[in-house]
């Protein structure tokens, strides 16, 4: 449904309230690979998978990007038992090592690492997943609990993650 006065898609704007989250509260943030670039100040949670295409687009963009703060999920949705040993050798890292390492593996490269540890925090991510309703990868949450879904245009995605930044 249109507002053809203020020419406003109004049947989206329904659907992004709708799909909003409380970004402080419904994500398990001690649990994500947590990047800060610059000031940090444009945050925002990525759910994505090393196996997605998509998502490997996305991470290029991010990878570009300055003064964010980047919460990334590992979330194996396409191929989890292909996915295993990535997730495994991302989080068994030391903290210190993570965002590194998850970042080779979404730029398509390899890394030996360690695969033996408790690696539990995958099933509370996969569930935190489901129950946001997160059938699709990638997904963002913006700092204000807006929802993106897919690979956007990168001047639409700079767009709302900039709109979605405290002033």
């Known amino acids: 449904m249109m507002d053809l006065d203020k020419k406003l898609d109004l049947t989206k704007a329904s659907i992004d309230k709708a799909s909003a989250i409380n970004f402080g509260t419904d994500l398990p943030l001690q649990l994500a690979i947590k990047e800060v670039k610059g000031t940090g100040k444009r945050v925002m949670a990525v759910f994505e998978d090393p196996a997605c295409p998509s998502c490997r687009i996305l991470h290029k963009l991010l990878s570009q990007m300055d003064d964010v703060t980047i919460y990334h999920f590992v979330y194996p949705v396409i191929d989890p038992t292909a996915g295993a040993y990535k997730v495994k050798a991302t989080l068994c890292a030391p903290e210190a090592n993570r965002v590194a390492i998850w970042n ?64």
Do not use: W, Y
């Open 104 to 167: 080779t593996f979404m730029d398509g490269g390899t890394v030996e690492g360690d695969v033996n540890c408790d690696a539990s925090a995958v099933g509370t991510i996969m569930d935190a997943g489901k129950k946001l309703g997160i059938h699709n990868t990638p997904t963002v949450f913006l700092q204000n609990g807006q929802r993106l879904v897919g690979a956007l245009p990168p001047d639409q995605f700079v767009a709302a993650l900039d709109e979605a930044a405290p002033r």
